[in-house]
């Protein structure tokens, strides 16, 4: 058996799975106080009359390092830079304690200034007087040689736990964004922690001695320990959920939508012929343009606990969320209390659900049966403008799936699919409003926590050899080697071949969910003076994305 846990900010959804099919399916509310508590009940609710040493897999998604994000709810941390000449670091300043120091590495990986010792110590100990404890190390092309990144760290390790450093977090050498997604690692560090801490004390306490998979952005998993090296890739790990779940019942002959309609947000997702869309350089949000791989999606605060104001007789509807709906014991009207009202659900106190409307058709002016028809109307159309505004942003740009490059490729999507607790009461109206068939999938309100279940363990390396220098690198993986002249692209591609198997193995993957692919290849020649002096190699490899193979989908889903 397997279990598929989605640690949302309003509700946990969890699911148990086995050969037959969904053998048990739960929702808690989630207190993002008490995590521990959190976990716990989910696994004693789903658990109940289970023999635990049946399962053999658990896989867990979560929202709570998007949110902290999105909230601006951050950590105070140091960020060292090392930029060399050619680029003012300060351009692309994280955070209050940003320290650009002097030393550089050139293209080639060859040191041209060293790192200050002293400049170091000073910064050092103006961090400890600011109580910072954690601190990002980036150098603008660490991943040709990370000497100066190592050295700092060795530098300042005493003083600090845990140092993350660039060229471990992408091998990529695009500077800003290495800042920023160094900057998101450390940042959301702590919070990820006590989510870990969490999770390991609960399976603890149940006797689940397994490994646990965390499910990443770009809809893959990773192990949950080394989850804790790489904490900025859980960010989007709850809309990455959402599409995993979806891609089982996604056509593969035509473009769809995915739609998420939580309690706080609406995540909205694109599948062309059965494959997501996937941010080719990586997450951006806001100022935080990174390098960590993710499908694209959009979150927007629509949801069914969002809050409904009026003003100047104009319903508004999110993007807040005060709480649960009114019909549930919370502070304002919500369109689930319009749902409610108008009898489209069962659940809830329809007494309180009643109030609701009320309140907003006095500030409306209007019959409380009209109130609730506009609530339920105004929320179903919000979701179908923010959907036709992602296609047409999408449509201007380039479109990258998780398997190939679509050159010109319009998007045009002729199904709807959706997840979410409310998803079978809008898809009606969503269809009716849009134009497209939409579907409310099947256990559609736990659909994500199904996703994460399937999802199979994803990585990726990025390889380069010089053989005039005669040295290979795999910056992520802290290995470089001597390499002969006569090296060549069958060597690189198989060196790194080896390298992303083993580091999937290790993140947790099983060898039968192994599909490697090759998503960038470059070769250079070196000249100088008209004569032939060596070749340049860049590889990025990964195992790709998708669902696992040793599990029956059809009888689950």
Same mark, same amino acid.
Do not use: W
């Given at each position: ?48 009359? %289970? ?26 941390? &140091?960020?060292?830079?090392?930029? &060399? ?5 300060? $351009? ?25 010792? =002293?400049? *170091? ?11 910072? #404890? ?17 050295? *700092? ?14 060229? #471990? ?15 998101? +690692? %450390? ?5 990820? #922690?006590?989510?870990? $801490? ?7 306490? !149940? ?15 990773? +192990? ?13 790990? &709850? ?30 997702? *694109?599948?062309? $012929? ?26 927007? =605060?629509? =949801?069914? @606990? ?58 409306? /002016? ?25 296609? @047409?942003? *999408? +449509? ?17 999507? #002729? !199904? ?74 069958? @060597? ?10 083993? !580091? ?7 060898? /039968? ?45």
């Amino acid at each position: 058996m397997i279990i598929g846990l989605d640690v949302g900010g309003t509700h946990a959804d969890a699911v148990l799975l086995s050969e037959q099919g969904v053998v048990k399916n739960i929702k808690v509310p989630t207190d993002a106080s008490n995590l521990f508590n959190t976990v716990l009940t989910c696994f004693n609710l789903l658990l109940d009359s %289970t023999d635990i040493s049946k399962v053999k897999r658990v896989v867990i998604s979560t929202t709570l390092t998007t949110n902290s994000v999105v909230q601006r709810n951050l950590d105070t941390v &140091g960020i060292i830079v090392s930029a &060399g000449p050619g680029i003012d670091p300060m $351009n692309f300043k994280r955070g209050e304690h940003y320290y650009p120091v002097s030393g550089s590495i050139d293209h080639r990986g060859r040191e041209v200034q060293p790192i200050d010792a =002293g400049e *170091i110590a000073a910064i050092c100990e103006e961090m400890k007087q600011a109580g910072i #404890r954690y601190v990002g190390v980036i150098g603008k092309f660490s991943p040709r040689n990370p000497a100066h990144e190592l050295k *700092i760290k060795s530098l300042i390790n005493d003083d600090f736990d845990p140092v993350f450093l660039g060229h #471990r977090v992408s091998g990529n050498l695009n500077f800003p964004r290495r800042i920023s997604t160094v900057f998101l +690692n %450390t940042s959301v560090y702590s919070l990820h #922690r006590n989510f870990f $801490n969490a999770v390991s004390d609960t399976l603890k306490q !149940k006797g689940l001695t397994i490994p646990i998979q965390i499910l990443k952005a770009d809809g893959g998993t990773m +192990n949950l320990a080394t989850s804790m090296e790489f904490p900025g890739q859980t960010v989007l790990s &709850g809309p990455a959920a959402s599409v995993m779940g979806a891609i089982p019942h996604a056509p593969t002959d035509m473009d769809s939508l995915v739609l998420d309609i939580g309690g706080t947000t609406t995540d909205i997702a *694109i599948l062309v $012929n059965g494959a997501p869309l996937l941010e080719p350089v990586g997450i951006g949000r806001g100022k935080y343009k990174s390098l960590i791989r993710a499908l694209q999606t959009i979150s927007k =605060g629509i =949801g069914g @606990d969002s809050e409904v104001t009026v003003k100047n007789k104009k319903l508004k509807i999110g993007p807040h969320r005060r709480g649960p709906a009114m019909a549930f014991g919370g502070p304002s009207p919500t369109p689930t209390d319009a749902m409610i009202y108008l009898g489209k659900m069962e659940d809830g106190e329809r007494v309180l659900a009643e109030k609701a409307i009320a309140m907003t058709a006095s500030k409306l /002016e209007v019959p409380n049966l009209e109130a609730a028809q506009m609530i339920f109307h105004e929320t179903c159309a919000r979701i179908v403008e923010m959907t036709r505004k992602m296609v @047409d942003q *999408i +449509n201007s740009k380039p479109v990258y799936t998780v398997h190939e490059f679509l050159e010109g490729y319009q998007i045009n999507p #002729r !199904k709807i699919l959706l997840l979410g607790g409310p998803a079978s009461f809008m898809a009606e109206k969503i269809q009716e409003l849009s134009g497209i068939e939409t579907i409310a999938l099947p256990m559609s309100s736990v659909a994500n926590a199904i996703g994460a279940a399937l999802a199979r363990t994803t990585c990726e390396i990025s390889l380069m050899a010089d053989t005039e220098q005669g040295m290979v690198y795999i910056p992520e993986e802290n290995y470089s080697e001597k390499i002969s002249p006569k090296y060549q692209k069958s @060597d690189a591609l198989e060196t790194a071949r080896i390298f992303l198997e083993r !580091k999937a193995i290790m993140s947790g993957a099983s060898q /039968e969910n192994l599909e490697t692919e090759l998503i960038e290849f470059q070769e250079f020649n070196i000249v100088r003076r008209f004569s032939m002096h060596g070749k340049i190699f860049r590889i990025k490899m990964q195992v790709k994305p998708g669902l696992i193979k040793d599990f029956s989908l059809a009888a689950i889903l």
